[in-house]
Structures are given as C-alpha cells and as structure tokens.
C-alpha cells in the first residue's frame, strides 16, 4: 500500500509540468522511490529556477546524501541479491549479522566498517560490487596491516625523537656543572639503578639482596627518603619492626630538610610508618601516622589503609574483649539488680556481659525484660529480635515480644508472637496465658479510630484480615462508621 502511494505521487508528478511546485512534488516523489540520482537532477533544474526556494534545497541535499550511502543500488535490490546467495544466507541465521546487514543496505561507508571487523561482509561487498572476494580480501588486509606498521614506526620514531633529546638535555646540563657536581649526579644515577635492582629482588622475595642494593643506594645518595622507605618495607616483610620504625623515622626527617616541602614523600615516610604500627597491633599509634600522612598528601590508597586499619582495631578490641566466663559474671550481677527491681543497674551489666561475649541470646533476652521495665518498648524489641537472630527456637522470647507488643496495643502483632511461641512450646504457659489474656482485651475493648488508623497503617493487618480466627476482633475493634 505504501509503494502504491509513492509510485501514485511519481506518477502525478510527472504529469505536473510548469511550475517550481511540480518540480518539488515530482523530486519528493523520485526521492521516495530511491531514484536518488533523478531526484538530485529534478532539483537542480527547479533551483535554476527559483534559486532562494529552502525546500528545493533541502531536497537536493538529502537526495545526494542518499546517493553517497546506497553506492551500489537501490536497498531492496540489494537485499535480494545478498537473500539470492546461498552462503550469506547461512550469514542471515545470525540475529547480529542479519540487523547489520539491514543497515549496510543503505549505507555505504557502514559497509566498508563492517568489513574491517567481520570477514562475512566482504562476501557481501562482493556481491554489491561484483569484485572478485581474493581481490576484496588482499585489499582489506594489505589496507590494515600497512595502517598498523605505519602507526608502529611513527611511535617509535616519535620514542626515539624524545630519548635523544633527553641524552641531548643530560649531555648540556652535565657541561654545565662543576666537577664535583657532575660527580654528585653521576652518584644519584647509580643510586636509581641500585634501588630498581633492589625493587626486583624484593618482588622476588629475595630480602637479603633487595637490602644490600638499598644499602648501596644510600651510601651513593645518603640524602633521598625514598631509599629508607625501601629498607622499610623490606623489614615490614621479615617482621623486624623495631628496625622498620627506625628507618621510617630517618626517611621522615630527610624528606622534612627539603626545600620546598617534599610534600608526597613526608606523607609516604608516615604511611610507611603507620603499616608498621598497625602490623605490630598498636592501632591508635598507626591511626594517628594515616591521618598525618593524609594532611601532606590526599593518597587514595592511604585512606584505604587507615580504613582498614579502623576496622581492625575495632576487630582486636571486640576479640581482646572477649572473655565468656566473665560475660557470665556480669550475667549474674545483673539478675540480682533484676530482682532487687533496679533496672538500670541491671541493664548495664547485661550491656557488659553482652560485650565480654555477643553470641548468647539469653543476655539481649534479659536486657529486654529490664528495659520493658522501664517502659523501652522500642529498645526491648531490638533486642528480643536479636535473641530471636541468635535462637530462633527461643520460645521465652517470643512470649517476651507478646508482651511487648500486647503493652503497645498492637493485639494483632502480640496474637502472631504467642501463636509463633506455642507452635514450637504448645504447653507453654506463659504464650498460652499471653494469648488469652489478648484476645480478651480486644474483644472488650471498645471502637477506637486511632486504633483503627494505626492498625491499618500496618502491613500485617491485611494478613489478620483475612484470618477467619481473627474476625470477632476485626469486628469489635473497627469504627461503628465502617461496619
């Protein structure tokens, strides 16, 4: 139908004659049918008429656009000599190969891409052009490999260009200099050359060696931080701290005599330090040399290290800590002040005991019954959820989260805990006393809309809802205005 449209619009065209008008419509018309060639001629002569006409010249040039992109033929000519071949027919199978086929049709440079990156469209390039594919593939290939050595030796003449000025700038500094300045440099070449034989054999492992390369670095150079730096990480390796901290601290007042402030090695002779100190465990002290190290110099990797020497610290401390037998004590400490009602005296020996040893559900257990006590629901739910975490089968908890729940009115919460407690303890008096005494105090307590509002801003009330054992409740406690 939409081929019948174009071909009806060239047809009228044509009859049109006279005027710049016809002239456009039958170039619109040719453009449509993909005579570009004829479109790009139709315009012309109608720009030779009316120069100014924006259209006409819009028209022109999306008409030799299109010509440049469908260099071989019309698209739907070329898709069925490119269905026509039996070989790039098997190509079509591929869902990739098929879309970029689609969009190559009407686009010539795409095409020439393409066969850069994928060898199956030089079949098609030939089936287009009609050269034969050895001449195709002889072409593509000598095209690539004569662009990438082209490339090659303009890099490594550009390589060669900066080395010899390099040696060029060296050569004129060192006229430059006085004798024992040139012998000065010549030491802190050799320096350099120690300290990179002293880097291999550290990355081999090879301590020994990596410190006599250091050593004979220092004795060229005796002045740069960095080599003591060496040495340090060398003595980190073999757990010599104590020679580790020494060399830091000689880097560090090295790099301090550099005028102007050698900011990035100050900072590197602190973090030299402060891997030290956190090795040997002595977390504040490595903490305090990472955040100096971060006031010379914002390293990204420094901050990673002082992130993670926090979170040791925090490890060793917890461990440290940790002593069950005492945690035990304090257990016991804080039962007697339970029962003497002194809560908050309770309430901070379970909050010791829980520290000495985090892993007994029993302790968050009995911090909760002191903070109900004193009226933190809040907090006493918090740690009943983590009893709960730690025991799941805790059925003294689930009784504990009832009351809970039932002192804050939420009766729909405290019937899910006492049924949750008796399905693993169905003779447990306190969940089967909990949930008696629930179920009586919603059934007599009378309509409340804030109860209302409260219990439907729950999520868990729409499961109660549908609760058949839950309906006399739904009942008694909804609003008279919305039974």
Do not use: W
Not at 49 to 74: R, S, V, W, Y
Not at 81 to 89: G, S
Not at 410 to 430: M, T
Not at 441 to 458: G, V
């Amino acid at each position: 139908f939409f081929f019948f449209k174009q071909k009806t619009a060239y047809e009228i065209a044509q009859r049109l004659v006279g005027s710049e008008m016809c002239i456009r419509d039958r170039g619109l018309a040719e453009y449509y049918l993909e005579k570009y060639e004829d479109a790009t001629h139709t315009y012309e002569e109608g720009l030779k008429i009316d120069p100014a006409n924006a259209q006409m010249k819009e028209g022109l040039e999306n008409a030799k656009k299109a010509a440049e992109a469908n260099l071989f033929g019309k698209p739907q000519e070329l898709l069925e000599k490119a269905m026509a071949d039996p070989i790039v027919r098997t190509y079509l199978k591929n869902p990739e190969f098929a879309a970029n086929l689609q969009l190559a049709i009407g686009n010539s440079q795409l095409l020439f891409g393409l066969m850069k990156k994928d060898p199956r469209f030089m079949r098609v390039f030939h089936i287009f052009s009609g050269i034969p594919m050895d001449e195709i593939a002889s072409a593509t290939q000598y095209s690539e490999v004569d662009s990438e050595i082209r490339q090659r030796k303009a890099e490594e003449e550009a390589h060669f260009k900066e080395m010899q000025a390099k040696e060029q700038a060296k050569r004129d500094a060192e006229k430059k200099m006085s004798e024992e300045e040139l012998q000065i440099h010549k030491n802190k070449e050799k320096a350099e050359e120690e300290k990179l034989k002293g880097n291999e054999e550290y990355k081999a492992k090879n301590f020994a060696k990596a410190i006599e390369h250091y050593e004979n670095a220092i004795k060229l150079n005796p002045r740069e931080p960095i080599f003591y730096l060496n040495k340090a990480s060398v003595y980190i390796e073999e757990k010599k701290f104590e020679e580790c901290l020494k060399v830091c601290e000689e880097s560090l007042a090295l790099a301090e005599q550099i005028k102007p402030r050698a900011l990035e090695k100050i900072a590197k002779a602190y973090a030299k330090k402060a891997t030290c100190l956190m090795q040997m465990k002595q977390f504040e002290k490595a903490i305090e040399m990472y955040e100096k190290s971060l006031l010379e110099s914002a390293d990204a990797n420094v901050k990673e290290a002082m992130k993670k020497c926090l979170l040791m610290k925090k490890q060793h401390e917890e461990q440290s800590y940790f002593n069950p037998e005492i945690a035990e004590q304090h257990k016991e400490k804080g039962n007697k002040y339970y029962r003497d009602g002194n809560y908050a005296e309770a309430t901070k020996e379970y909050n010791e005991a829980i520290k000495r040893n985090p892993n007994v559900s029993t302790y968050y257990l009995n911090r909760a019954m002191s903070l109900m006590k004193v009226v933190e629901y809040s907090r006493a739910l918090d740690d009943i959820e983590k009893s709960l975490k730690l025991d799941p089968k805790y059925v003294k908890a689930y009784a504990k989260k009832g009351s809970v729940h039932y002192n804050l009115k939420e009766y729909h919460k405290a019937l899910d805990d006492y049924e949750q407690g008796l399905q693993l303890d169905p003779e447990n008096i306190e969940c089967l006393e909990g949930l008696k005494q629930t179920k009586e105090t919603a059934f007599n307590t009378p309509p409340s809309e804030e109860r209302y509002k409260k219990a439907m801003a729950d999520p868990q009330i729409r499961n109660i809802l549908h609760d058949p054992r839950a309906v006399s409740y739904t009942t008694l406690t909804l609003p008279t205005s919305e039974l």
